[in-house]
């Protein structure tokens, strides 16, 4: 199974692969390679001692996952012959961001920053991303 969001079936005579649905995309959308480098940079930097700049390391490494999930997720849903999957590409970044929001890394420094607030937006973005079927073809 490709990463990139099957959309349509072909009736050639070669076999397709099925077009996805509702789970399939919310698998594919979640960047889970990207979020467990998040959890592991996080735990890392967390339990470092106090002599640390932790937020100024959080923020930018948190700069460094939004990147490298763009990259990432380019190169895994690549496809010869066909266009960027951007929509894709796009959902997944903002999946990165939402995912570290709800695990709290930089944002926890922010004095708007409930982990209820986190919580509840990634529940909210998981479960509704899944229903958008991205242009691309």
């Given amino acids: 199974m490709g990463r990139r969001i099957v959309t349509r079936q072909l009736q050639a005579g070669k076999p397709n692969p099925p077009v996805d649905r ?3 995309r919310l698998l594919k959308y979640i960047p889970a ?3 467990a480098f998040w959890l ?3 735990g890392s ?3 470092a001692g106090d002599d640390v700049p932790k937020s ?3 923020w930018i490494l948190f ?3 939004v990147f490298l999930t763009l990259g990432w997720t380019f190169k895994q849903t690549q496809e010869a012959k066909k266009k960027p999957a951007w929509t894709q590409i796009g959902i997944s ?3 990165f ?9 930089p944002f926890a420094e922010l004095s708007f920053y409930t982990p209820l607030y986190g919580s509840l937006l990634l529940l909210v973005y998981t479960s509704t991303v899944a229903l958008i079927t991205p242009p691309e073809k």
């Fill in 22 to 24: 509702y789970a399939d």
């Fill in 33 to 35: 390679d990207v979020v």
């Fill in 40 to 42: 592991a940079v996080n």
């Fill in 45 to 47: 930097i967390q339990s």
């Fill in 56 to 58: 100024t390391l959080l």
């Fill in 63 to 65: 700069i460094f996952g």
């Fill in 93 to 95: 970044c903002v999946a």
């Fill in 97 to 105: 961001v939402v995912w570290v929001f709800a695990i709290g890394g």
